[in-house]
């Protein structure tokens, strides 16, 4: 059981670093674009920030999820592991 809970957990670090990183990355090449291309292309930075925002909604929507997931296998695994023999097979 204990190192079910160790192996979730690292993989829970493991993404919310990756997300992470994949954000900083997109957020910085948002402002590279930013000074390269100066006012002219005022909406395509307006529209590469919204497509940014969109992004960062879907990888929250997505951590929650993968979250969710994660505590629902949890519950299923304890259940199984502790219940077994009494409810389990009743």
């Known amino acids: 059981m204990v190192i079910v809970v160790k192996i979730v957990v690292i993989v829970v670090v493991v993404v919310m670093v990756i997300v992470v ?3 900083v990355i997109v957020v910085m090449m948002v402002n590279v674009m930013e000074v390269m ?4 292309v005022l909406m395509v930075v307006v529209m590469v920030k919204m497509m940014v925002l969109v992004m960062g909604i879907v990888i929250e ?6 979250m969710v997931m994660l505590v629902l296998v949890m519950v299923v695994v304890i259940v199984v592991k ?9």
Not at 37 to 40: D, F, G, H, R, S
Not at 82 to 90: L, N, S, W
């Open 21 to 23: 990183m994949v954000v």
């Open 82 to 90: 502790e219940g077994g023999e009494g409810y389990g097979c009743g």
């Open 37 to 40: 291309v100066m006012p002219n």
């Open 61 to 66: 929507v997505v951590v929650v999820v993968l």
